[in-house]
Structure formats: C-alpha cells, structure tokens
C-alpha cells in the first residue's frame, strides 16, 4: 500500500485517513512536529461509508487505546506501530504554531491486492481470453 500522509497547520487543523481494512499487516507511523506543533491522534473502527450501518463523521467515535504513550498527544517526533490497524485516523494539531506531518503506511503480504488463488483471485490470462474475464469468478 502506499503511504497516506496528512498534514495539519494553523489553517487546516484536522485530518483524517482511511486504512486498508483488507491488510492483515500491522500499520508503521511517523509523526514529524516542527515549529512548536502540539498535536493529536486519534482512531476509529466507525466508518461513514458503511454499505450496511454508515456512521455520519461527526457520530464517529474516537478513541487512543491503540497508541503509545507520547502518540496521542505529543509535541516532538515520533515513530511506532501498531499491529491491528483501525479504519480511519484522524491527526489533529492542537495549538495554533508550526505544522505536523503523519506518515501511515501498511506493509506486508496480506491484503486484497496480492490474493493468488480462490473465488476473488483475477483470472490467469488464459482464463480471461477463452472464457471471459469473470470465469475465474464463477462457481463452478
């Protein structure tokens, strides 16, 4: 996946990222505060884009017990992981000075991009050239 970074400022304060629910890979994060930043950091398992039970953003319940201590509110530089990624992250500058940058990134070898074999698995090219794009798809 590729790495999702938010920065909040005196002018846009918050900011939220939206996790990769498929991975199975722990999520690495850096915080980069400068200029006197204080900030914030929050996760949710609540998601306004829910097919079935959407949460509206400002119904989102947020919550630190992921984190480690200096990670959800904090004035210098950071870096940790956490080994169940959340939805959504949302990264707050909780002072009017300087800037803080997040950096979310989810490594590893499990996650919806990289599945080989089974039902949701893309059809081998020569699946998809004599029988169609979806048989590999198909019951059987």
């Known amino acids: 996946m590729r790495a999702i970074t938010a920065t909040v400022t005196p002018g846009a304060t918050s900011a939220m990222a939206r996790m990769d ?12 505060a400068s200029g006197g930043a204080a900030f914030s950091l929050r996760h949710s398992n609540d998601s306004p884009n829910d097919l079935v039970n959407p949460v509206p953003v400002g119904s989102m319940v947020w919550g630190s017990s992921l984190l480690p201590t200096g990670a959800a509110n904090g004035t210098s530089n950071i870096s940790f992981v956490i080994m169940a990624a959340p939805l959504w992250m949302q990264f707050n500058l909780t002072n009017a000075t300087g800037s803080a940058r997040a950096i979310f990134l989810q490594v590893g070898t499990h ?5 080989a074999s089974g039902p949701f698995a893309p059809p081998h090219l020569m699946q998809a050239t004599r029988e169609g794009t979806n048989y590999g798809a198909m019951a059987k």
Do not use: F, M, R
């Not at 199975?24 to 994060?29: D, E, K, Q, T």
């Open 21 to 32: 629910n498929y991975a199975s890979a722990g999520l690495a994060v850096q915080i980069v």
């Open 111 to 115: 996650s919806h991009s990289n599945i």
